[in-house]
């Protein structure tokens, strides 16, 4: 295991010192009197990226790739021990810079305006620093002359600020190539049209180096802006990297050309331009991935709300139909049973059991409807008749509860608007409320045990109030008698009220409490009329 770590950091030091070796190579264009000063220093950026992604124990790497670089490289190197001194002076300063980076974690991709910030601060501070030291070490060992101090100290620091911006956050990235071929794939024209922004960057620096004209460097940011916004940190600096490397070729293989350091500028403010650009764009995606991450986790959340919803309903409202079916088919079974079964009350609470099953099916294909968004079927619905319909099927339970159910409208009262399947949940509802209190509470003589269903019209609606005379809302769930999962009952489950105002609202109705006369709850409902009869009213 050691021997097979030991093989890989050898094959890496070597790879990074041809790999640097031979960009310094390609880099050295115009030099300032045959020095290492010249006018763009990719191998920089590569020295930086190992730094950062390795940590300040390949210092020593870095240091033997500048001597070497200097030494090879050079037109007329300094003297070997000039050399070593720049060489160690540049990469204590970049590992001090590098240092300074991963401590706030810049050994990762740049992904954000504040770390491009952060990075460009930095790297500007490292290579100003780096290039005073470096030319004034020449000037020291007699390289270079005094009058060319600021100009050599301008153009190394430039050169080393682009490598660096250029190069390091490309080769900080961790692309993915599954990824990158299936957004190719997904994206084939889009893909296209990059790679021809590329090209014409490309030939702009070609036809800039033909033209001698440094303004026509300028609409080399239009592809690299849209391959950064389109692309991120990525794109930005890979199409950076490639247009300095044209310019350069193209200013190298033009004869009688500008000069390099004409475009030094042009080409800083394009990669710092470009880094935050792509880092915005960065930033955006991996905001946007999180939102709809966070979108998706919400939808499944709801998903599985709204499938316990749905089955707490189905508890809620199966319940008492399947226990009205159950009694009847008992009651049915008992009088065939008899000696002298009576086949007029079997066929009748048979009548009855088919009834309450017929019931419960149709609630059970509302709920599954209201809770699968598939709307309301709105109908013209007698609201009377709903009432009446209801209090018949609760006939029986409230005989042996001893309660007066009394139902009473007006001989003429408009249709309205509704989903009748739900207006019957909603009222069926109400009324088992009313008789779950009137059963909760102790009989007395004064207070006779009492529930009232009346209708009425008004304006354009029509009003159904149900009212009993039990003890009324506990005060300690009035304020939340419509939330889910908020009751006064033992065994109550506190979706009855929540699921009715639910479906009254989604069909432009509404239900709401309110106090009394017979001194317990009051419940109205609120229908919209038919068109048709608010007219004639």
Known sequence: MERADASKSLALIAGYIALYLLLDWASYVEPVR???????????????????????????????????GDLLIDAAPAPWRTTVLTSLYVTAVYTAAAWALRRRGFGQPIETPRGAAWFAGVIAAATGAAAAGYVYILMSAAQLEPGEAWGSIGRYWIGEFNGIIALTPVLLLRPDPGALRERIRRHPREFILQCVGIAVGVGLAFALAAARDVRM?????????????RNGVPGAMISVSLAQAAMVAALELTPGSIPLFDVQFPLLALGITALFLGALATQRARVMNQVLEQDAALQRAMRFAVTGQLAAALAHEINQPMTALLSY???????????????????????????????????????????????????????????ERVANALGDRT????????????????????????????????????????????????????????????????????????????????????????????????????????????QGSDLWVESG??????????????PSAQISL
């Open 34 to 68: 045959h020095t290492g000063v010249t006018a763009w220093n990719p191998n920089t950026g590569l020295l930086m990226a190992l730094l950062l992604a390795r940590g300040e124990r390949w210092a020593p790497v870095v240091a033997i790739g500048c001597f070497l």
């Open 217 to 229: 460097f300028y609409p080399m940011f239009l592809p690299v802006t849209w391959l950064a916004l």
């Open 329 to 387: 088919l008992r009651a049915a079974a008992l009088l065939a049973e008899s000696p002298a079964p009576d086949n007029k009350r079997v066929a009748t609470t048979l009548h009855k059991a088919d009834a309450e099953a017929i019931r419960a099916i149709a609630v059970l294909r509302r709920l599954r409807e209201f809770y699968r968004g598939e709307g309301v079927q709105l109908e013209e619905v007698d609201a009377a008749a709903v009432c």
């Open 399 to 506: 005989r042996r509860s001893g309660v007066e159910l009394q139902v009473s409208s007006p001989s003429r009262l408009p249709t309205v608007l509704a989903d009748r399947t739900q207006l019957e949940i909603v009222v069926h509802n109400l009324l088992t409320n009313a008789l779950d209190a009137l059963n909760a509470a102790a009989p007395s003589k004064e207070h006779p045990r009492r529930i009232e269903v009346t209708t009425h019209a008004q304006a354009s609606n029509v009003f159904i109030t149900v009212e009993d005379s039990g003890p009324g809302i506990s005060p300690s769930v009035a304020g939340r008698l419509f939330e889910p999962l908020v009751t006064s009952k033992v065994s109550g489950m506190g979706l009855g009220l929540s699921l009715s105002r639910s479906m009254l609202r989604t």
């Open 517 to 530: 006369r017979l001194g317990g709850a009051r419940f109205v409902i609120r229908l919209a009329m038919q």
